[in-house]
């Protein structure tokens, strides 16, 4: 059986959506103690490249309270990917005794790709979120990075010779990441059950700026601030 949608369109199969106010487990302490995350909620953690922000990313799945994990790789490298490929396969999952990787989704996109398949990446993760939730599941969805998909809104949108913002990033930046990250949270399904989509994307600023434009536009859309912090071994 085969299902079609716009990606770019939310789906709206249900009855309510209520401001999150359930707490959900990340299975990494320092956030579950200091930065708790709510079901339905979304965080972003911002950080300069090598500061240790794809750890979260492969830390937070083996043990988080969610039913369903999607992990978007846009514009990653390949060899983060590939090491994603190769070690979840071999991880054991706490909740059912099986394999991780049979309740995670990969949607990857390398560096190397177009731009336009760098667009789309996340859109389709956050799709097939939404698919899954409305069967009464917890998702989880991970992105990284946020900056490379706000890189490929600018490169289209320098192609298409539109009217530039700051940075040469799109005028609408903050309204895309503000619909894009309103798609997530905790809804009423027909029948009564539940579904949730737990956001959490990367932010990767060039030289670890936090004013620039994705940064700022992050900060007013989502609902919590996860602190990167370089280790000493990066």
């Known amino acids: ?33 200091l930065n708790p995350m709510v079901e339905g909620g979304t965080g972003f953690i911002p950080g300069p490249f090598g ?10 799945p083996k043990n988080a309270d969610a039913d369903l994990i999607i992990m978007a ?13 190769v070690e979840f396969p071999e991880l054991d999952d706490p909740r059912t005794g099986r394999k991780l990787m049979e309740r995670t989704i990969i949607i990857c996109n390398t560096s190397n790709m177009p731009v336009a398949a760098r667009e789309a990446s996340v859109y389709t993760a956050m799709t097939i979120a939404e698919y899954y939730r409305n069967m009464g599941l917890k998702v989880l969805l991970l992105a990284d990075s946020t900056s490379r998909w706000a890189q490929a809104l600018r490169e289209m ?27 997530a949270g905790f809804v009423y399904l027909k029948g009564g059950a539940t579904g949730s989509i737990t956001f959490i994307g990367t932010v990767s600023p060039a ?4 004013k620039e434009p994705v940064t700022e536009s992050t900060k007013k859309s989502s609902s919590l601030f996860l602190c990167s912090i370089s280790s000493p071994g990066r």
């Open 1 to 33: 059986m085969i299902q079609k949608w716009p990606v770019k369109i939310p789906i709206k199969c249900y009855t309510e959506k209520p401001r999150p106010f359930r707490l959900m487990e990340t299975g990494v302490r320092t956030i579950d103690t």
């Open 51 to 60: 500061a240790g922000k794809p750890c979260f990313n492969t830390q937070s």
């Open 73 to 85: 790789a846009c514009g990653e490298r390949a060899n983060e990917v590939v090491e994603i490929f």
């Open 157 to 183: 949108s320098n192609r298409m010779e539109e009217l530039p913002g700051p940075d040469a990033f799109p005028m609408d930046l903050p309204a895309i990441v503000s619909s894009f990250y309103s798609r």
């Open 207 to 210: 030289g670890g700026n936090l």
